[in-house]
């Protein structure tokens, strides 16, 4: 069944989130399978501020200056995955008032979905069990080996999949990653300031604008 996305005359831009440091807060789960990874590697773990960096990329561009070789980083991506495949995919919680945002947009009429360089079947499972998860068209996350990864591939794959126009589009995220994914395709931007990013890296990757809370959403948006 086709859905009319016009409102008052007007399409609805499609609506891309990022997940972590966007959608959920997901240090705790992140951080500790890194954490986690790393002890399995005899490798020293950082500082709590160094990991909350690392929450962003694809775990082998965080691993790769690390490992060195493809070997080890492979295996280090596959002790991060032992841990979160059964405890840390669920070590997260909903940033307040972006399940009442993403809810309102949706009722707008605008096509949601979610594009994160976490690995895929991950995304989905976590998407799936958001209270409001089932708002989301398709989740659009990294291959399970590292071939599609990088926020210009996401970004890539999702107007692909969607069968979708850039200019209809808004990139919506935390980190640079997510901006400057935005830009080499021509989508419009929003950096959100209550993730892992901050004001001056998502300033400088060139994001179209700047939320505050997840509530300025819907005045940038409208």
Not at 103 to 124: I, Q, Y
């Amino acid at each position: 069944m086709s859905v009319d996305l016009r409102v008052d005359g007007e399409e609805r831009a499609t609506l891309f989130f990022d997940m972590d440091g966007t959608l959920i807060d997901s240090e705790v789960g992140i951080t500790t399978c890194i954490a986690y990874a790393l002890q399995k590697m005899d490798h020293p773990v950082p500082s709590q501020e160094t990991l909350l960096g690392w929450i962003g990329p694809s775990l082998r561009t965080t691993f790769a200056p690390l490992f060195g070789d493809a070997e080890r980083v492979e295996q280090a991506v596959a002790f991060y995955r032992e841990r979160f495949d059964v405890e840390g995919w669920r070590e997260h919680t909903i940033y307040p008032d972006i399940e009442a945002v993403v809810r309102a947009l949706h009722e707008r009429g605008h096509r949601l979905a979610v594009v994160t360089a976490k690995n895929e079947p991950h995304a989905r499972r976590i998407v799936e069990h958001l209270p409001f998860g089932e708002l989301f068209e398709d989740v659009i996350g990294s291959t399970p080996d590292g071939s599609r990864s990088s926020k210009p591939q996401l970004v890539g794959e999702a107007l692909h999949r969607l069968q979708l126009a850039p200019e209809r589009c808004w990139m919506i995220g935390d980190r640079r990653m997510d901006i400057e994914g935005a830009r080499q395709h021509g989508l419009r931007s929003v950096g959100v300031l209550w993730g892992f990013g901050g004001e001056q890296e998502l300033t400088e990757a060139g994001a179209g604008q700047l939320a505050r809370d997840p509530t300025q959403l819907l005045a940038l948006l409208a």
